[in-house]
């Protein structure tokens, strides 16, 4: 099986690289700029690919021909939480988080549509509870609660265009996980988050079309 997984080089995209690696599959890890602990693994099964999902250039390196699983999981969380308040959050920073944790997803996915068509694949886009406007009680956090929700949308889109085509699509809240965005303040670790999250995507099938899932197979409510 072929695997890629966009936002690789740490978090939440290293830990499913290293699960899917300990499983036998072919991973392709997508990094940015930095690589390092991508190259620690010595892995044979390992395919390194720099691609920056915040820009229209293409990614560098060899592409698989068919790709069964794609993970949208590159994202940032721009702004410090107090430069996202009402006051104080901007125009350019709701885009750059828009743009990497929305746009980024979608760019991905058009680039490399024919490839998870061929595989008849699945699509995993990593939103968050953040963009759920049912759990949003304590408001705030405009840019990121803003292009998480948007990429719930783009991710349901993306389930119907794509289902008559054998492609099934979910979006997944990972949880609050202790990784370098939340400073290590998470409830769960990264092995927990992502044991979840591949747990549900080995059973996609029990879960309608484009829905939002958390790692612990409950339906998070839009």
């Not at 993306?158 to 290590?184: C, F, K, N, S, Y």
Request: aromatic content about 8%.
């Amino acid at each position: 099986m072929n695997i890629l997984i966009t936002g690789a080089n740490r978090g939440l995209g290293l830990g499913f690289v290293k699960r899917y690696l300990s499983q036998g599959y072919d991973v392709w890890a997508c990094y940015r700029h930095e690589q390092t602990q991508l190259q620690a693994l010595y892995s044979d099964k390992l395919h390194l690919l720099q691609w920056d999902v915040g820009s229209d250039d293409a990614p560098v390196g060899d592409l698989p021909d068919n790709i069964d699983l794609l993970i949208n999981n590159a994202g940032i969380y721009g702004p410090s939480k107090g430069g996202q308040s009402l006051d104080e959050i901007t125009s350019d920073g709701m885009m750059e988080v828009f743009n990497i944790d929305c746009v980024g997803a979608l760019r991905v996915v058009q680039r490399l549509k024919s490839r998870v068509i061929a595989a008849q694949g699945i699509i995993a886009n990593i939103s968050s509870k953040m963009g759920s406007s049912g759990d949003n009680s304590s408001g705030g956090t405009y840019a990121y609660r803003a292009a998480k929700a948007a990429l719930v949308i783009v991710s349901k889109s993306m389930a119907v265009d794509l289902a008559p085509d054998g492609v099934r699509v979910i979006t997944l809240h990972p949880g609050w996980v202790q990784t370098d965005m939340t400073h290590h303040s998470g409830l769960i670790d990264v092995d927990t988050s992502v044991k979840g999250m591949t747990d549900v995507i080995a059973h996609i099938h029990d879960y309608e079309v484009g829905q939002f899932v958390a790692f612990d197979g409950q339906i998070v409510p839009y």
